[in-house]
């Protein structure tokens, strides 16, 4: 029971005590207007047609099994991210199939999408499913590099994609470098390839949006490679400027590993994401993770990373 009307004097200044807290979290939320935006990054297995062995017996451009397809789909509905990069996805129909079991799964629909095509892989492809509109995409395959005294390419070029979340313009890049897979003997798991695939793209970066204007960006993808190697250094620093902070994305254990190798079973961190020193201020502390549900790499060798942005 309320006291009486001559005692209010004490009832109305404890009530706003009681109830500052509530009321300032909730003007917060109401005048301030943040936006969260959560970023994920997967490679999806070879989501295209290839040579498989399906019930113990090769088959020629069999299209990836629908065990496998359903998994990936688990995944993606259960982190639920608003902004989904993909590698190793492969012509524009089976992405447009993705992209249609995802918006028909009751999920909030990724209303804009963007694939594209690398000069030197003609199989495994990048693209991007978004709730937020595009502001600009772009994709580069003319990025040229030096390798035993011939010209080539990123495999599957770059891509960039410019978003605006609640008045903040920021950038998005997707790659995927090359696999450790090699025919060379003189440049061992094509670590060599990978580094100057990276230092191309890093370059370009570096160029158009230079350090010290402070740009807003992520950069991210299947870097096939070790945190300790020269392709992932070269996207950190250059000498004393910090270009890039690595995300750190672990599962519900704790562990960083992001791909498993069956064939000499092993487990490596070759995903990444990377934030500019503008953009980590965005960063919420904590929500970078890597999905590990039940069968997860039943649906690809990847694990797939993702982290959260206020805006």
Same mark, same amino acid.
Not at 197 to 208: G, H, K, P, S, V
Not at 286 to 300: M, N, T, Y
């Given at each position: ?21 509530? @009321?300032?979290?909730?003007?917060? +939320?109401?005048? @301030? ?24 017996? *090769? ?11 359903? /998994?990936?789909?688990? $995944? ?18 089976? +992405? ?18 963007? *694939? ?56 998005? +890049? ?48 299947? +870097? ?21 902070? $690595? ?42 993770? /890597?999905?590990?549900?039940?069968? @997860? ?15």
């Amino acid at each position: 029971m309320f006291k009486s009307s001559g005692d209010s004097g004490e009832l109305i200044p404890l009530l706003i005590r009681v109830f500052r807290p509530f @009321c300032f979290f909730l003007l917060s +939320f109401v005048f @301030c207007g943040g936006e969260r935006v959560r970023v994920a990054s997967y490679n999806v297995k070879n989501y295209l047609l290839m040579d498989r062995l399906v019930a113990g017996r *090769w088959v020629k451009d069999y299209p990836k099994p629908e065990i496998e397809n359903s /998994i990936v789909r688990s $995944i993606i509905r259960r982190v639920n991210p608003d902004i989904l990069a993909l590698q190793e996805i492969g012509p524009p129909i089976y +992405f447009h199939d993705l992209w249609r079991d995802l918006n028909n799964s009751g999920l909030e629909p990724y209303r804009y999408s963007y *694939w594209i095509q690398g000069e030197e892989d003609e199989k495994r492809h990048l693209a991007l499913l978004s709730r937020i509109p595009f502001e600009t995409r772009k994709v580069y395959n003319e990025l040229e590099f030096s390798y035993f005294g011939e010209k080539y390419r990123p495999r599957r070029g770059l891509m960039e994609v410019e978003f605006q979340s609640n008045g903040t313009s920021w950038r998005l +890049f997707n790659l995927h470098l090359k696999s450790k897979w090699t025919e060379r003997e003189d440049d061992p798991k094509a670590a060599s390839l990978r580094e100057k695939e990276a230092r191309a793209i890093r370059d370009y970066i570096r160029q158009t949006y230079p350090p010290e204007g402070d740009p807003l960006h992520i950069v991210l993808g299947d +870097f096939n490679d070790y945190k300790n190697s020269a392709a992932i250094r070269r996207f950190q620093k250059v000498n004393q400027t910090t270009l890039h902070d $690595i995300l750190p994305c672990r599962d519900s254990m704790g562990y960083f590993w992001t791909h498993y190798y069956k064939k000499q079973d092993s487990y490596d961190r070759i995903d990444y994401i990377f934030a500019s020193p503008r953009m980590m201020n965005h960063f919420i502390e904590g929500s970078a993770r /890597i999905a590990d549900q039940v069968r @997860c790499l039943e649906g690809s060798d990847h694990r797939m990373i993702y982290a959260d942005f206020d805006f």
